[in-house]
C-alpha cells in the first residue's frame, strides 16, 4: 500500500498580521506601533482591508495595552485622510468633541457652547450617539432647546454661518469610525477608536477642547495633539467623560499651544459636593437658560466649563478674569432663546 504526500501550499500572510503580531507577541516580544505604523494600520482598517476577525483582534489587543501618543497621532492622520473632512481653519473657532454621554447630571457644557457662540465664537461639536444604553448623548438633547443637529458636512456650514454653533454625527464624515464605536456591545469593550475621533478635529479649527473620562489619557490626548501639530488645544478629566467641568472638583486642564506643553489646576468652586439628581430631565437645560428655574450645580458648570474655553482661545490671560468675563457673559445672556420642544 502506497501513500502518496501531499505537500500543502502554506498561504501568504495577511498584510495586515504584523500589526497584529507586533502588538500580541507576548509580554516580551510585543511593543507599541511607531506612528508611521499605527497609520499604515488604521489606513487598512479604513479602507476594509482587513478582515473582520483581524480588527477585533487589533482592537481589543489595543485596548488592552492602552494607546501611545504616537498611535493615537498615526490613527487620527489615517482617519482624517480617509474622512470628508475640511481643511479650512476660518470656518470653526473652537473643534470641541463630545462622544461620551451623560449619566449621572445633565450634559451643561452644551449651555457653556451655546453661550461663547452666542458671543462670536463659532463652535463645532461632533460625536456619537446611542452606544451606551442609560445616557443622554448631545444629538438627542438639541431639540430640548430648539435646536436641529446637522444631517451632513454642507448643512452643519451653513448652522455654523447662521449660529455660530453647529452639531455633527461621526457617520456623516466618517461612516467607517462608527460603524466601529457600534461594535462596543459586541465587544462588550470601548475601543481605540473612542479616543483617536475626539482628536478628529474635522474642520481644522485652530482651539480645539476635549473630556476624557480616564486621567491616565489626559497626557495621551496632550501629547497627541502636540505630534498633529495642533496649534492650541485643551483635554480636562470631564463630568461623565464629556468636555464638561465639575463644579464640585479641583480640576487639572492640560493644554498644547504652539507645541509648549502646559498643564493648569482650576480650583473647585464648592467647598461641599452636589448630590446628584434624582433623575436627569432634559427639559432643564432650556429653563435654566431662561432664566425661569435655578441651578446651581448647572450654573457653576456652564460658567466654568465656558471659563476653561475662553482661557484656552486667549480671550484672557488667568484663570479669574477667564471666570469672571464667563459670569459677564451668563448674566448678559438673551433669555429669550433656546424654548425646547
Request: some cysteine.
Amino acid at each position: 500500500m502506497t501513500f502518496t504526500h501531499h505537500e500543502q501550499t502554506p498561504h501568504p500572510e495577511h498584510p495586515f498580521a504584523q500589526y497584529i503580531r507586533i502588538l500580541g507577541k507576548g509580554k516580551k516580544g510585543s511593543r507599541p506601533l511607531t506612528q508611521d505604523e499605527a497609520y499604515q494600520a488604521m489606513k487598512m482598517v479604513l479602507a476594509d482591508e482587513v478582515l473582520p476577525v483581524q480588527l477585533g483582534a487589533f482592537l481589543m489587543l489595543m485596548r488592552v495595552k492602552e494607546e501611545t501618543p504616537e498611535e493615537l497621532a498615526g490613527f487620527v492622520l489615517a482617519a482624517r485622510e480617509a474622512s470628508n473632512l475640511i481643511d479650512d481653519k476660518k470656518i470653526v473657532d473652537l473643534d470641541w468633541s463630545s462622544y461620551a454621554g451623560k449619566r449621572r447630571h445633565l450634559p451643561w457644557f452644551l449651555l457653556s457652547a451655546l453661550l461663547l457662540a452666542e458671543h462670536g465664537i463659532r463652535i463645532f461639536m461632533h460625536g456619537a450617539g446611542g452606544h451606551s444604553a442609560g445616557r443622554l448623548y448631545t444629538r438627542d438633547m438639541l431639540k430640548y432647546l430648539g435646536l436641529e443637529y446637522a444631517g451632513s458636512v454642507e448643512q452643519a456650514k451653513q448652522q455654523l454661518e447662521k449660529q455660530r454653533f453647529s452639531y455633527l454625527s461621526l457617520e456623516h464624515f466618517c461612516p467607517k469610525l462608527h460603524e466601529i464605536i457600534e461594535l462596543r456591545p459586541i465587544l462588550g469593550l470601548r475601543s481605540p477608536v473612542h479616543t483617536l475621533v475626539r482628536l478628529l478635529n474635522p474642520f481644522n479649527a485652530e482651539y480645539s477642547i476635549q473630556g476624557i473620562f480616564h486621567p491616565g489619557y489626559r497626557p495621551v490626548h496632550q501629547q497627541a495633539a502636540a505630534l498633529l501639530q495642533q496649534p492650541h488645544a485643551a483635554v480636562l478629566k470631564g463630568e461623565g467623560g464629556e468636555t464638561e467641568r465639575n463644579p464640585d472638583m479641583e480640576c487639572l486642564v492640560q493644554s498644547v499651544h504652539n507645541g509648549e506643553l502646559l498643564d493648569e489646576n482650576w480650583p473647585a468652586l464648592f467647598a461641599r459636593r452636589h448630590i446628584k439628581p434624582e433623575e436627569l430631565d432634559p427639559r432643564r437645560l432650556a429653563l435654566v437658560w431662561q432664566g425661569k428655574i435655578e441651578d446651581e450645580f448647572g450654573e457653576a458648570s456652564i460658567i466654568g466649563t465656558a471659563a476653561v474655553a475662553l482661557k484656552l482661545l486667549g480671550k484672557a490671560d488667568s484663570q479669574q478674569q477667564a471666570q469672571q468675563l464667563a459670569v459677564d457673559y451668563w448674566s448678559s445672556r438673551d433669555k429669550q432663546k433656546y424654548a425646547g420642544s
